[in-house]
């Protein structure tokens, strides 16, 4: 391929502009439940406390450059994101589909397009998409129980190749916390709406 300098440079940019609108969605995400549930001031401002985020990720990605960043990439790579995500968009579709309203959904829908929606799309909603995502997360709880302990891949230097290791103890409290971080959003969130919705008049009772 001609001008392979120019061809690499652009892909790497490339590379950087997707690294960066990825931020822009993880970012939003973070501040976005900050802001709404008071946890920060309003005074601080929205660009101060974007700059504060972006700090803590690059302190926490800043442990990936270390020597061991290898292994602790793995373990967030392996276990902070795939059980959380497929969690979370099994209770989102839940929730849309059997909670809010199927029927609800679809005049929302229509209210925004002018149209309702087409019968595959709730038939998706409806049936296809939970049967998936719990079978899925059925197949990951079952996979990681009968996995016994969580491994990884470290590079044995006599042998020369990388070999099969168990994690220790504090790295499997740490993969624990891990899980437990991401996923406890749905349940506290859950608890807090209950809790501050819980009083009506005539009940004069609080949750505490």
């Known amino acids: 391929m001609p001008l392979p300098q120019l061809w690499s440079v652009l892909y790497f940019f490339m590379l950087l502009l997707l690294g960066m609108g990825s931020m822009l ?25 974007s700059g504060l985020v972006c700090l803590f990720c690059l302190l926490v990605g800043l442990s990936f450059t270390t020597r061991p960043g290898n292994y602790w990439f793995t373990m967030f790579n392996d276990y902070a994101a795939s059980f959380s995500l497929l969690f ?3 209770i989102e579709v839940i929730i849309i589909s059997y909670v809010y309203g199927i029927k609800r959904f679809e005049k929302d829908i229509q209210d925004m397009l002018g149209r309702p929606p087409c ?4 038939i998706l909603l409806v049936a296809v998409s939970p049967l998936v995502l719990l079978s ?28 099969v290791m168990e994690y220790p103890v504090y ?7 891990l899980l437990v971080s991401t996923v406890s959003c749905v349940p506290l969130s859950a608890l807090y709406t209950y809790c501050k919705t819980r009083h009506r008049p005539g009940t004069p009772e609080r949750c505490a």
Do not use: C, H, M
């Open 119 to 122: 019968i595959i799309w709730k």
């Open 136 to 163: 899925l997360f059925i197949f990951y709880i079952v996979s990681y129980i009968l996995g016994g302990t969580p491994t990884y891949q470290a590079w044995d230097k006599d042998l020369g190749k990388s070999v």
């Open 171 to 177: 790295g499997q409290v740490f993969i624990g916390l």
């Open 25 to 49: 969605g993880n970012v939003t995400a973070i501040i976005t439940p900050l802001r709404d549930f008071k946890v920060v001031s309003r005074n601080l401002s929205i660009e101060a406390l």
């Open 88 to 90: 979370v968009v099994l």
